[in-house]
C-alpha cells in the first residue's frame, strides 16, 4: 500500500510501532468483540458456512470429495474439534497437534478453556486471565462466552473434520494432511506473513486472512 510505505519512509520506526499498536488495542478491545468475538450472526452463521464451503471447495479439488461426505464427517469429528478448543485429552487432537494441523497451544482456543493441570500452570503464570470475577459481570458475561466457546469449536470443527477424513479416508500420512489442513481448510492460515505483516494487519485490519483466504 503507498500510504503505509510513505508512512515507513517520513516517520521513525518508533512512531509507526506506537501508531500501530494505539490502533491495534482500539481495534481489539472495543471493535473486534462486537463484530468478531461476541457476534452471534458471526460466530454461528457466518463464519461456519464460509468455513465450510472453502473446505469442500478445497478439498473437493485436492481429493474429489463432495460436500456431503464432508458433512458426514463433520458430524464425526464433534468430539474432536471439542477436544482442541477445551483442551482436554483426545488421541486425534493429540496427532493434530504434533503434526502442526493446528497450533500449538499458546496458538489456539484451547489454552482460554483448560481446566487441568497446564491450565493451573498457564493461570499461574498469568498467562490466562484470572477465573474470579464479580457474579454480576459473570452472568452478563455468561452468553457472549457461550457464543465465543461455540464458535471456536465450530472454527476448530472443518480442521479436525478434514485431517480425520485425509488420514483416515484417504490413507494420508499425518504430516500431509497436516498441511492441506493448515493452509486449505477452514479459516485461512493467519500465521503466514511477510515481513511487515503485523503492522500492515493493524492499518487494514483482516488483511492478512483476506489475502490467505485466495490461496
Given at each position: ?55 469442500s ?27 482442541l ?92 494432511a ?38
Amino acid at each position: 500500500d503507498p500510504y503505509i510505505a510513505d508512512a515507513f519512509a517520513k516517520l521513525p520506526g518508533g512512531q509507526v510501532s506506537f501508531v500501530t499498536r494505539l490502533l491495534g488495542n482500539v481495534f481489539r478491545g472495543a471493535v473486534y468483540p462486537l463484530i468478531i468475538k461476541y457476534n452471534p450472526g458471526f460466530q454461528l452463521f457466518a463464519n461456519p458456512i464460509r468455513d465450510f464451503w472453502r473446505t469442500s471447495r478445497n478439498l473437493g479439488a485436492i481429493t474429489g470429495t463432495n460436500s456431503f461426505e464432508l458433512a458426514r464427517w463433520y458430524l464425526k469429528s464433534i468430539k474432536t474439534a471439542r477436544a482442541l478448543v477445551d483442551g482436554v485429552p483426545d488421541p486425534i487432537a493429540d496427532n493434530m497437534l504434533r503434526n502442526f494441523a493446528v497450533g500449538g497451544p499458546m496458538d489456539t482456543w484451547g489454552t482460554r478453556f483448560r481446566d487441568d493441570a497446564v491450565g493451573d500452570m498457564l493461570k499461574k503464570y498469568r498467562f490466562l486471565p484470572e477465573k474470579e470475577q464479580l457474579a454480576i459481570k459473570k452472568a452478563a458475561m455468561a452468553i457472549p462466552k457461550w457464543i465465543e466457546h461455540t464458535g471456536a469449536i465450530l472454527e476448530m470443527l472443518p480442521k479436525a473434520a478434514s485431517y480425520r477424513f485425509l488420514t483416515e479416508s484417504k490413507a494420508m500420512p499425518g504430516p500431509e494432511a497436516a498441511m492441506i489442513v493448515r493452509n486449505y481448510v477452514g479459516t485461512p492460515n493467519y500465521r503466514v506473513k511477510g515481513l511487515h505483516g503485523n503492522i500492515n494487519n493493524q492499518f487494514i485490519p483482516f488483511l492478512n486472512i483476506f489475502l490467505q483466504g485466495y490461496r
